[in-house]
């Protein structure tokens, strides 16, 4: 444990933070922080430095070296044996579940700044989380920084409600409840031209810089949501619509591709086949799609192509476009809950109990078929030898959980991410860099955030372990800085148990 002492002033009563005066010393700061004689790993891909020191100065950094002049009166901390690594960045998130924790909002906010998390990218975007956002910013409550494009923009979902009237503060208000219970966020329904530019001109009203686009939207609709949020100076991030190749996405302007879509067709020598057939598989029953879907995975990993596949990677390179994978261990709702059953008295009781349900209600999957079983072996493989050719090729890489859906659980569900990068191809120091300064650089904040350098912010975190050597090695948090203020491993340790205590009585 550091030696700064933190002292933690934690409500008796669960009240939220706009009804509670900032508590003195919770998550401190003063005018100069100092961390020495600690191993710096500082998010650009070099290599650890050892006996180093930082200066924190408010919520920027204002020295980092081996010999950095420590300011009078300012408190030092002694991180001897410590690694010092910047924030994490959890680049595809849908926050929900208000908590009564002072100057918190969600309980995501609390268990990502536990996890080291310092910053996300929320994927579909509500006023309510402009609203945290700035809340954040003012220091009038914590939670990791917030980066937010629009609404989903997804095909015609007649079973989803539209989206509220735009600036329809009741109407908001309404949806944010049914978010808060587990209802997805709504949608923008998008079918035509004239769809496409209303959904893009309100994004772009909201004061977004990117459109985030959704599965089930026909190539045409896609095509004019991209024409459209060009004219209009917004890029597009977000899943890859069937019939709609990667290298398509990247060259209209997709910055950053989810979920790793569509990435084993790009690289088979019949993507074109492929792609014509997943649109016509959407006609079938949803038994008969499955099987159809199953029969093009095979053909695909079949007719993977090593050279196709690098010519990709180069297009993807020079189209800026990153890959947000958001790889995560596999299972179906019952494994995944009880891989999450030590966490779940953190989520809010209407969020707890849905899932929960939904666990119970689950039925076990069939037992996969020999040929299903080698089948999956094969793309796990297939998928390996693509990361290796977009590394090689310098394609840059984001992490991502798509956490706030039922059993992703924010702050951990980073941790299982890094950890399937680097089982997928990537080094502990790629998963790092993909975390931090690629995540700063994709979401154009690099000379803000990313990496442990002279005039960033100040946004790190300090281990007990060195992530280099084992990327596990970053779930051992002694401390976080976020904006300057420091969290310390007890700190942090009370705040969870606050949060499962408000839990326990709402």
């Known amino acids: 444990m550091l030696g700064l002492a933190v002292a933690v002033l934690l409500a008796a009563s669960a009240v939220s933070h706009a009804q509670s005066p900032p508590s003195p010393g919770f998550g401190a700061s003063s005018p100069a922080l100092i961390i020495r004689n600690i191993t710096l790993i500082d998010g650009t891909g070099a290599a650890a430095r050892p006996g180093m020191t930082v200066v924190v100065t408010g919520n920027r950094i204002t020295a980092v070296g081996g010999n950095a002049a420590i300011p009078q009166g300012a408190q030092v901390v002694d991180g001897s044996g410590k690694f ?153 991030t977000g899943h890859v619509p069937t019939g709609v190749s990667v290298a398509t996405m990247s060259d209209t302007g997709t910055r950053s591709i989810e979920h790793w879509g569509g990435m084993l067709e790009g690289c088979s020598s019949r993507e074109d086949e492929l792609l014509k057939a997943q649109l016509a598989a959407l006609a079938l029953p949803p038994p008969e799609r499955g099987t159809r879907n199953q029969e093009l995975r095979r053909m695909a990993v079949e007719s993977y192509d090593a050279v196709k596949c690098a010519a990709l990677a180069a297009r993807l390179k020079r189209n800026n476009t990153w890959l947000s994978p958001t790889f995560m261990p596999g299972g179906g709702i019952k494994v995944q809950s009880e891989r999450g059953a030590d966490l779940i008295r953190y989520v809010p009781n209407p969020l707890r109990t849905r899932w929960q349900q939904q666990a119970a209600a689950a039925t076990e999957p069939p037992p ?101 050597d084992a990327i596990a090695n970053a779930r051992r948090i002694d401390a976080v800085i976020a904006n300057g203020h420091l969290f310390e491993r007890k700190a942090l340790d009370d705040l969870l148990a606050q949060l499962a205590a408000t839990n326990a009585t709402n």
Do not use: C
């Not at 536990?114 to 003012?138: C, D, E, H, S, Y």
């Open 368 to 468: 996969q078929s020999a040929g299903d079983q080698e089948l999956a072996r094969r793309v796990t493989a297939r998928n390996r030898e693509i990361v290796i050719i977009m590394k090689r090729a310098g394609v840059d890489f984001v992490a991502g959980t798509d956490s706030g859906g039922a059993w992703r659980i924010p702050g951990r569900s980073l941790h299982e991410s890094l950890a399937e990068m680097n089982n997928a191809g990537l080094t502990p120091a790629d998963v790092i860099v993909a975390a931090t300064s690629s995540s700063a650089r994709l979401l154009k904040r690099e000379r803000d955030v990313g990496t442990v350098q002279t005039g960033k912010l100040a946004d790190f975190v300090i281990l007990d372990a060195n992530p280099l």
């Open 84 to 236: 010092l690594m910047p924030g994490l960045w959890d680049m595809h998130v849908h926050p929900r579940g208000e908590v009564a924790v002072p100057r918190f909002n969600t309980y995501g906010d609390v268990l990502l700044l536990a996890n080291g998390v310092t910053g996300v990218r929320i994927m579909a975007g509500l006023p309510q989380f402009q609203k945290i956002q700035k809340a954040i910013l003012a220091g009038e409550a914590f939670g990791p920084r917030i980066e937010m494009g629009s609404r989903n923009m997804d095909g015609l979902i007649p079973r989803q409600p539209l989206p509220p009237t735009f600036r329809d503060a009741t109407e908001e208000a309404e949806e944010w409840r049914s978010v808060n219970a587990g209802e997805i966020p709504r949608a923008f329904q998008v079918a035509s031209a004239a769809q496409a530019k209303a959904a893009v001109t309100e994004a772009k009203a909201t004061g977004v810089e990117y459109v985030k686009i959704h599965n089930e939207l026909t190539p045409e609709a896609y095509f004019a949501i991209a024409s459209e949020a060009k004219a209009q100076g917004l890029y597009l």
